[in-house]
């Protein structure tokens, strides 16, 4: 599921880009933030969203309650 991620923001566009170089390190240019197609459990649609960066990893990984629609 995750290989089917979609880009939400990259770099200085993510809000919180600072807080993650100064936790993870790296360049701000580096971060992307991520999120994974919508998945159903039970009978709600949820997605994963985390933040990303080459030579760091996956960090944060968190799963959101979305609308279905």
């Known amino acids: ?5 979609r880009v939400i923001a990259r770099g200085a566009k ?3 880009v600072g807080r993650l170089v ?3 390190g790296g360049r ?3 971060w992307v933030k991520k999120s994974s197609p919508p ?3 039970g009978r709600r649609w949820y997605e994963y969203h985390w933040y990303e960066h080459r ?3 996956r960090v944060e990984i968190k799963r959101k309650r979305i609308d279905s629609t």
């Open 1 to 5: 599921m995750l290989a089917l991620s």
């Open 14 to 16: 993510i809000r919180d």
């Open 28 to 30: 701000p240019s580096g």
């Open 39 to 41: 998945f159903r459990l």
């Open 55 to 57: 030579g760091i990893g």
């Open 22 to 24: 100064l936790r993870y």
